[in-house]
Structure formats: structure tokens, C-alpha cells
């Protein structure tokens, strides 16, 4: 059985089956991308809720996985030579998992280095940006009220981003071609997310990416995504 006690994190929340990967996570576009993948990969998994509302994130339990405090982070009790491995940063999560199980990434170099190149493009583009619209928009507009440049600029590099995930699906069904992979868990939650979550699908001008939105809808379909979504539940 293996022991997870060495993780500071798993006295605060306690693993269910330590054989099973441990997620620590919300469902936010970063979080839900890990549940995801792994109900994708129909790997094992204790899903653990983070409560922002009481700052969890940042508690010393959590933060002994994760040192900049965030959402989300896991534990693989069976990691690189059978020992137990703790990961945080979800691209390298979700590049982790993809080669434990060489799944949801292309076998041949090529394919594997552009897939790399598309997740850091979300991690470095579209989740910065994206995010920082979504703060000048939704959450802090009281405190840009006499200031339009904020959010406009980030509105402006968000829809830019979003063009060149238009032309990218151009003729793809996902960003990879036929091959759904880690670079589209990675990067449609926040497109989804800034429709749902900020309500900014008219100010992004979302109709004008019909790839974008063709593409959002088939990820949306699939069973593993409509279970990611809401991982880790509400309790
Ligand atoms: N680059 C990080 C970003 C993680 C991130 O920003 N997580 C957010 C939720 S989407 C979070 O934990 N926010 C809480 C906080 O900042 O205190 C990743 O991809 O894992």
C-alpha cells in the first residue's frame, strides 16, 4: 500500500485510496482540465475540493505541494520508478499524464513537440490574458470605472489570441487535427470559461470564431468532459 505520509498536504485532506492519484483542485478552467484528462485516461483519482472562500490555496498543508498557492496540483502515489510524485503547474501535469499513459499526445517526436508548443500557448497566452480580462471585466470594474485601458487591452490581446485559434482549427476538428490531445483539454475550458464564467461571449465577439466555437461545442460533448467539468463537486 503506498505511503503518502511524507506529503504534508494529505494530513489536512486525507487521501480515500492511496493507490489512486491525489487531485487537489476546483472546477476553474485550470482545475478542470485535470479532471479531465484523467477521466479521459480513466485513471484512478481522489478528487479534493480547495475552498478559495476561506483561502485554502494558500494554507502551509497546500502549499507544501504547491509554493505559489494555487489550484491545481496532484499527487501520483505510483510516479517515475514506481515512487510517489507531487506536480503542480497544470501544463506539466497534463504533460505528465499524457506521457505516463502515451496517451492524448502524438508517439512521433513532431507531432509531440508541436502538441508541447500549442499547451504552452495557452499557458503562457490565453490563461494570462484571458484571466486578466476576466479581472477587469467581472471582478474589479468598480475599480477601473474612470478607466477604460485595462480591460481594453486585454480585451483587445484576449480576442487576438482568439483569432489565432480560428485560423488554427481551420479545416482541424481539434487544434492537433484528428487527434484530441492534451494542447485542446488545456486551452477550450478557458474560451468556455470566459463565455460561462465572465459572460463575455458578445464582448469578445465571439460569433465572429465559428472554428472556435465548433470546436468548444465538440469538446463539450464528450463524456469525460462533461464529468471534468464539475470535478471536484460541491459537497
Ligand atoms: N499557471 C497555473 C495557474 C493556476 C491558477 O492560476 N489557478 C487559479 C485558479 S484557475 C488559482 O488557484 N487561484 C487562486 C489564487 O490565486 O489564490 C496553472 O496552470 O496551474
Known sequence: MSDLSSFPITKR????????????????????????????????????????????????????????????????????????????????????????????IPADAHGRYETLAWVMFQMGGIGPMFGQFGHFFKFAADKVANNSYPMERYRDESQRLLSILEARLEGRSWLMGEDYTIADITTFPWVEGARKFYGAADVLDYASFPNVLGWVDRALARPAVKIGMDVPAKP
Do not use: C, M
Not at 66 to 82: E, K, L, M, S, T
Open 13 to 104: 485532506w486525507p487521501p480515500k485510496n492511496p493507490e489512486a492519484i491525489q487531485l487537489y483542485s476546483l472546477p476553474t478552467p485550470n482545475g478542470v482540465k485535470i479532471a479531465i484528462a484523467l477521466e479521459e485516461l480513466g485513471l484512478a483519482y481522489d478528487a479534493h475540493r480547495i475552498d478559495f472562500s476561506t483561502n485554502e490555496q494558500k494554507s502551509p498543508e497546500f502549499v507544501s505541494l504547491n509554493p505559489n498557492g494555487r489550484i491545481p496540483a496532484i499527487i501520483d502515489p505510483n510516479g517515475p520508478d514506481g515512487k510517489p510524485i507531487g506536480l503542480f503547474e497544470s501544463g506539466a501535469i497534463l504533460v505528465y499524464l499524457a506521457e505516463k499513459t502515451g496517451k492524448l
